[in-house]
């Protein structure tokens, strides 16, 4: 690993850096210190570590000003403005602050690796479930004017995605979402109406049969690609995933996917169910 | 609470213009930045949240991590500037002079 992103690592593995990180995630607006050092006594609480000595608060808003918080700001994570004492996320992934599972960590640390600038022409992979979904809330997150995702089953539209997609529409970001499957296709109808719901018609998205087959495709704006595969189920009910995921408008995987996608991405109205209903004759 | 001993260089007053020392013991819980910050911030009467962060000058976690680690053996001593103060940083405790115009 490049020393930056062990940097980044060693960062998130702190578990007080990832309660900064979810509590400023959670509240969404600026905080100043000392209303960080209550969300954080809250927290600590709740983790059963329990203190409401003054002594204690004093020690925690020092660590913070003068350690945790312009560490976060030096890595990219936070904007951290020591004079007013201002803390700002800086539109980080969601982070849950009760992960123990350094496994998980590195693996996110390769999630944020390919969120930053650091090389355009760089792939990531993204190995278990957990953060493939965790990498689709982020590329919802981040979606300025389009999101375009592609799902094969009905148990890949996670709740918490759903939320997502929900507070992208909000913002304006244009939502277009396809699926063969006619279930998948009825629930984002009802919980994202503003969105362009679709059934696809590529052979490669749906080949028949036989693992590993993708599972979801994510592009954000056209420059972000997560494409997920769906490999053979063990033991438990959900398929376990792998990712490949890739930033950049001139990203190998990004132009292929873009490619592959090709005059679909132009034409998504003319396959749409609604613009489908609306023709005035049988298609 | 503990016992904060403060001692001055000039003429027994906690308060004067004159450069001012203090010697602040680091209490067993308590990290040695957190030290360094608080004896700062007694010497130079100001609050916390208006000093310039330590992680500036030097990362609190290596100071705490080399000092706290270190064998008995080890005499261990950091000094630097921290907010117009010369600040050294023991195993056992903080000494802060202040700086002023003249003697910087």
């Known amino acids: 690993m490049v020393p930056f992103d062990e940097q980044l690592v060693r960062l998130i593995a702190d ?25 954080l006594s809250e927290h600590d609480e ?17 660590a913070l000003h003068h350690n945790h918080l312009p560490k976060l700001d ?32 590195e693996e996110l640390g390769s999630c944020m690796r390919a969120g930053s600038d650091i090389e355009e022409d760089a792939i990531g992979v993204l190995e278990s479930r957990e953060d493939v979904i965790e990498y689709g809330r982020y590329l919802a997150d981040e979606a300025d004017e389009e999101l375009f995702c592609m799902y094969t089953t009905t148990d890949l539209l996670e709740e918490e995605h759903l939320e997502h997609a929900e507070a992208a529409l909000e913002r304006g970001v244009e939502i277009s979402l396809g699926s063969k499957n006619p279930k998948v296709r ?25 693992y590993p087959k993708i599972g979801r495709l994510v592009l954000a704006d056209r420059e972000q690609i997560m494409l997920a ?23 190998p995987l990004v132009v292929l996917v873009r490619d592959l996608l090709g005059p679909r991405l132009d034409h998504l109205d003319y396959q749409s169910d609604e613009f489908l209903a609306e023709l005035p004759f049988e298609p | 609470m503990t016992d904060k001993s403060v001692t001055d260089g000039g003429d027994g007053n906690d308060h004067s213009d004159q450069s001012l020392h203090l010697s602040y013991s680091i209490e067993e819980t308590e990290a040695p930045s957190t030290a360094v910050a608080r004896a700062t911030a007694i010497l130079t009467d100001t609050a ?14 290596y100071l705490d991590g080399a000092i706290e680690t270190a064998d008995s053996s080890v005499h261990a001593e950091f000094s630097f500037t921290f907010n ?3 600040v050294i940083v023991t195993q056992s405790e903080v000494t802060a002079r202040k700086l002023d115009g003249e003697n910087l």
């Open chain 2, 84 to 86: 117009q103060c010369e």
């Open chain 2, 48 to 61: 916390h949240p208006d000093l310039d962060p330590l992680y500036d000058v030097i990362d609190p976690d």
């Open chain 1, 74 to 105: 030096e890595a990219g994570l936070i904007d951290y403005d020591p004079a007013e004492n201002v803390v700002t996320a800086e539109n980080v992934p969601d982070v849950d602050a009760d992960w123990q599972d350094l496994e998980k960590l």
């Open chain 1, 46 to 62: 709740l983790a059963g570590d329990v203190s409401d000595e003054n002594d204690d608060r004093e020690a925690l808003y020092i």
């Open chain 1, 186 to 210: 009825d629930l984002a109808r009802d919980r994202l109406p503003e969105a362009t719901i679709w059934e696809p018609q590529l052979d490669w998205m749906n080949a028949p049969s036989g």
């Open chain 1, 229 to 251: 595969l769906l490999k053979n189920p063990d033991t438990d009910s959900h398929h376990p995933e792998i990712a490949v995921i890739g930033e950049g408008r001139d990203n």
């Open chain 1, 15 to 39: 578990a007080r850096n990832r309660a900064i990180l979810t509590i400023l995630h959670e509240v969404a607006r600026p905080l100043s210190t000392a209303e960080l050092v209550n969300h």
